[in-house]
């Protein structure tokens, strides 16, 4: 599965990996953008077998890396896996990083997906499963204003964060204020910064889910792309 055109070498250019982990409930995915200029292309995606172990998952990404011209950076989601995990596969590949999916963090990571899709600046290519994963993430606000993001029963949305993963790599790091390090103290901002956005929904309402067209971004009672390049997914009632 490749969304970089025929006469083009798909191995051949800058590319970022996203890796999400899971083993008896979830699966593990991991998905690979090449980067030209300011847009993405979805060149891999892989997923496991329920208990697939880790030690395959990271075999797979040594493969990767080899086969890739130039893999600039690897995001891989170390929730619930520990420290020592993520320090063995830094040890066994370059350029890995950990990323702890905490509610913030998944907000950003999605948002920059949402941005990078608004834009036009994604390609992928029609896979009925990766654009069902997208289609169908729920998100809802905590009473602390984050952003919660889950799956309907009976579903995976592992291909959907690998993917995400492998996005959020390719931005460039953003030095950090640490308001410690200037004043020996942590002060709370009188405001909230965050830009006040619902990652795959546009500026719904909380607690209101719309479901758009992957294609266009349009709401499905208003996208009028044609069969073959919208999800063909009925949209609920």
């Known amino acids: ?59 797979h990404m040594k493969l990767l890396q080899k086969a890739l011209q130039t893999v600039h950076r690897i995001y891989i989601d170390r929730t619930g896996v520990g420290e020592f995990f993520v320090e063995q596969a830094e040890k066994e590949i370059k350029k890995i990083r950990g990323i702890m999916l905490s509610l913030p963090e998944k907000e950003n990571i999605m948002v920059s997906m949402k941005r990078k899709m608004e834009k036009g600046q994604l390609r992928i290519p029609y896979d009925s499963e990766l654009i069902n994963e997208i289609n169908v993430e729920r998100y809802e606000q905590t009473q602390t204003n984050q952003t919660k993001f889950s799956h309907p029963n009976g579903t995976h949305d592992d291909r959907l964060w690998a993917l995400a993963l492998a996005i959020y790599a390719s931005i460039p790091d953003i030095p950090r204020f640490v308001p410690f390090a200037a004043f020996g103290h942590i002060s709370k901002p009188r405001w909230d910064y965050r830009p006040k956005e619902y990652p795959l929904s546009g500026n719904a309402p909380p607690n209101k889910t719309i479901h758009r067209c992957l294609a266009c971004w349009k709401p499905y009672t208003e996208c009028r792309c044609p069969p073959g390049v919208r999800n063909e997914r009925s949209p609920p009632s």
Do not use: C
Request: cysteine-free; aromatic content about 8%.
């Open 1 to 59: 599965m490749s969304a970089v055109p025929g006469d083009k070498l798909w191995n051949v250019g800058t590319f970022f990996i996203g890796t999400d982990l899971g083993q008896k409930v979830d699966h593990s995915a991991v998905a690979v953008v090449r980067k030209d200029g300011d847009v993405l292309s979805l060149v891999h995606m892989k997923r496991f077998k329920l208990g697939t172990e880790y030690g395959v998952v990271i075999g």
